[in-house]
């Protein structure tokens, strides 16, 4: 082993959880952004049965794995539960969200209080990009469900999977 574990220092590790139904620019910057600021980044894949995706959890991971590819920290599963659990189970201390504007605020406090009150763990909020302050998963499938452009929006590997998806629809 080598690294800081190895010389008995605490890694320092935190979560970047999220739908990625697929994943966007938006949610990429914000990756390599935590990816800086964190010795390891765990991209969790929430998995909500109740909600229907465009692609299945399996394909998320694998569109996430490639995108995140050239990240020697990140590692990208899914997860069936709490985020607290996630976190409570591997000892991870914080949790990383993107805010787009406003309007994302009042969601992510609540979430990041009940978090913080069930286990402790915190939050830490990284502006968006205003590049991508209106971006979302559901924006881009809508986009491209009418035939509009988001080559400027999504990874290439994620456009390509997008064409082939909706071409099938
Ligand atoms: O990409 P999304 O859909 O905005 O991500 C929301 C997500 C998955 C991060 C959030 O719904 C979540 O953490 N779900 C896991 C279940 C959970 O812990 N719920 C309590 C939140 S306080």
């Known amino acids: 082993m080598t690294g800081p574990e190895s010389e008995g220092l605490q890694l320092r590790?935190?979560?970047?959880?999220?739908?990625?139904?697929?994943?966007?620019?938006?949610?990429?910057?914000?990756?390599?952004?935590?990816?800086?600021?964190?010795?390891?980044?765990?991209?969790?894949?929430?998995?909500?049965?109740?909600?229907?995706?465009?692609?299945?959890?399996?394909?998320?991971?694998?569109?996430?794995?490639?995108?995140?590819?050239?990240?020697?920290?990140?590692?990208?599963?899914?997860?069936h539960g709490l985020l607290v659990d996630y976190c409570k189970q591997r000892d991870i201390p914080a949790i990383v969200k993107g805010l787009r504007a406003v309007s994302d605020f009042d969601y992510e406090l609540q979430m990041a209080q009940m978090n913080n009150g069930l286990s402790g763990v915190e939050t830490l909020f990284v502006p968006t990009n205003p590049t991508y302050s209106f971006l979302s998963s559901s924006l881009v499938k809508e986009v491209a469900a009418w035939g509009g452009d988001v080559s400027h929006l999504v990874p290439p590997e994620v456009l390509d999977a997008l064409t082939k998806r909706l071409a099938k629809d």
């Open 13 to 79: 590790r935190a979560v970047c959880p999220g739908s990625y139904d697929p994943v966007t620019n938006g949610h990429l910057d914000i990756i390599s952004r935590a990816s800086k600021l964190y010795d390891a980044v765990h991209v969790v894949v929430m998995i909500n049965q109740s909600k229907q995706g465009l692609f299945t959890v399996d394909e998320r991971i694998d569109l996430l794995r490639q995108v995140t590819a050239a990240y020697g920290n990140v590692q990208v599963e899914p997860f």
